[in-house]
């Protein structure tokens, strides 16, 4: 089993990319964050005239998320339990006996603001999240934009960017402490090495290129989808096309059994 996830930086503007990739790629589950689009204005005749289904909750200019898939999807929800459903940070669905929690995590914008509180708080709802829904045991994969590079190695420059709202104790430690309810990074688990990013800024000259990256883009999963992960990798040639997102693909294959 294929899944992925993506921050396409808006779906209307990257849906060429998308859906070229889905048609090359043919993922079992392709989750998206931020996909800057109202209801009304989400292209779902567009997917699922290419074959797929689509579930997805969005808000206008920001935030967004959606799980598109060939198989049946089952058993949505949307938003945390204590903020409001338009929020449209939080999508929940089961594909193939797996539950799918696509999750865009608040940034930020800066560590002495609300925001950032806010952000530290996010984890720890997420965390009371899973853990009114599933146990340890249970198939679960928790993946997308969850705006966190938590270690040297996720980052180009680790020195020169500490202290960033992406990039610190603080936020390193809320991540690890919502991944300690259950969960494995499954890029970490078969990818050692530095260098390997999901986002380039598109404000840094080169990015790309230079290769300016940090990985803030994650797939987690529970012990028995752990156990059955073969690989993991990102998938850099979206980044490098005529208007891309300033993310890229990140993707986990599973042994069906």
Known sequence: MK????????????LGIIL???DEQKPDILCVQETKAQDKD??????????????????????GVCIISPHK???????LDDEPKDESR????????INIVNTYVP???????EHFQYKLEWFKRLKK?????????????????LNVAPEDIDVHDPVGLRGHVCFNEQVTAAMYDTMNWGFTDLFRLHN???GQYTFWDYRAFGSIKRNLGWRIDHIMATKPLAQKCTSSYVDKIPRTLPQPSDHTFLIAELRKE
Do not use: H
Not at 73 to 79: F, L, Q, T, Y
């Open 73 to 79: 999807i089952e058993n949505v929800e949307i938003g």
């Open 20 to 22: 070229a990739w889905l």
């Open 3 to 14: 899944i992925a996830t993506f921050n396409a930086n808006s779906i209307r503007s990257r």
């Open 107 to 113: 940034q930020g914008r800066e560590m002495e603001s």
């Open 129 to 145: 999240y899973f853990d009114s829904r599933f146990t340890p045991e249970s198939s679960v994969i928790w993946l997308g934009d």
């Open 90 to 97: 939080i999508i929940k669905a089961c594909v193939n006996g």
């Open 42 to 63: 989400f292209p779902i005749n567009e997917i699922t005239s290419a074959g797929f289904n689509c579930v997805f909750k969005g808000q206008k200019s920001y935030n």
């Open 192 to 194: 050692k090495d530095a």
